[in-house]
């Protein structure tokens, strides 16, 4: 799949070499049209392909049309918001790349159309309502399988994408308060490049590879070499686990350090099943997709009933172990449209 793709689809207008909506209505549907909405990603990956469906699935359910755009960096998601502002679209799902830094772009968006976000927040912009996990409860709950696998404590690292993102930030805190054995900190931001030290665990590290699988694994080995004592590997983002399993199956230490990740890829449900890794904290992305389509398409139609009042639909984060390990994945089958 190429990076800079935008998939398209349920009867969307096309332009040629855009990714963007190719019908400009002014923002607001024709009177009797259907709403043309937007699902932005914030990447490529197999998770997104999940959320694709649901959102293929919600087009139909609510009569709507809708572009799934997956960017490949955070300045192509703000050329493909630019764009599809300036062709018109009555609503945008966005999971912010990097939700500080784009508070004014995200504004520009909700006042020209609805905006909602989704898997990642930007709460400090006029964003109507976000939809996703609570991603520091998340993060604990990564950090309870770190306990489970590592019972007897010692040093761990942390590896993640990037952590511009409100998801990434929240899912660190999270893991690191739950490790410390801190009470709710999900303001907290601990600093980067500085071991932390509890009772049980020491955070050696946090490291960022810009989504990248193949820096994930070097930074792991970095990580083994640095400290000959490791005990676990904790990632953070979807490729994570397969990608930390491979170093350290490699450097001959499975026996001695514990990997705990996060979402769904085949790859980590496998080791799940092989008793490789204990477990794995998942969301949802079919309901991300779901879920997005049927409130945008409620709130073009006047429907603002669809948001709570603490602006925040919960869909929440789950810890998938070997005893729900084959229902899970019957189910994520199905709904990926893949055979049992």
């Known amino acids: 799949m190429l990076k800079s793709i935008g998939r398209f689809i349920v009867g969307v207008c096309m332009a040629a070499g855009l990714t963007a909506l190719g019908c400009d209505n002014g923002g607001a549907p024709a009177a009797g049209g259907k709403p043309k909405l937007a699902y932005i990603t914030n990447g490529v990956a197999p998770f997104w ?11 139909k359910e609510h009569n709507v049309e809708v572009s799934v755009v997956m960017p490949s960096d955070v300045n192509d998601q703000l050329h493909r918001v630019e764009d599809l502002l300036i062709r018109g679209v009555d609503g945008i799902a966005i999971s912010p790349i990097d ?19 989704q898997d990642s927040d930007a709460p400090k912009s006029d964003r109507i ?40 930030r929240k899912r660190r805190q999270g893991v690191l308060d739950e490790l410390l054995d801190r009470q709710d900190n999900s303001a907290g931001n601990d600093p980067l490049n500085q071991e932390l030290k509890g009772a049980k665990y020491t955070i050696v ?6 989504i990248d699988a193949a820096k994930a694994k070097s930074n792991a080995e970095d990580m083994m070499s640095a400290h000959p004592d490791l005990v676990g590997l904790i990632g953070l983002n979807a490729y994570h686990t397969p990608a930390l399993l491979e170093a350290v199956k490699q450097a001959g ?18 080791a799940i099943q092989d008793g490789e890794v204990i477990g794995t904290v998942v ?58």
Do not use: C, H
């Open 205 to 210: 590290a946090t490291l960022t590879d810009q």
């Open 129 to 168: 309502v976000y939809i996703g996990i609570d991603n520091y409860v998340a993060g604990r709950m990564a950090g309870q399988l770190v306990e489970e696998a590592i019972p007897g404590g010692g040093k761990v690292a942390i590896l993640v994408g990037r952590l511009e993102g409100d998801n990434a």
């Open 283 to 340: 969301q949802n992305p079919y309901m991300y997709g779901k879920e997005s389509v049927r409130v945008l398409a409620a709130l073009v139609r006047g429907d603002n009933s669809v948001v709570p009042q603490d602006k925040f639909i919960s869909l929440p984060a789950r810890q998938i172990r070997k005893g729900n390990l084959d229902e899970f994945w019957a189910d994520l089958k199905q709904k990926a449209g893949k055979q049992p």
């Open 253 to 270: 230490k499975m026996s001695s350090i514990q990997v705990v990740g996060f979402d769904e890829q085949d790859a980590t449900l496998r």
């Open 49 to 59: 392909t999940i959320a694709e469906k649901g959102v293929i699935d919600g087009a």
């Open 99 to 117: 939700a500080e830094n784009q508070v004014p772009l995200l504004n520009k968006a909700a006042a020209k159309t609805k905006l909602i976000t």
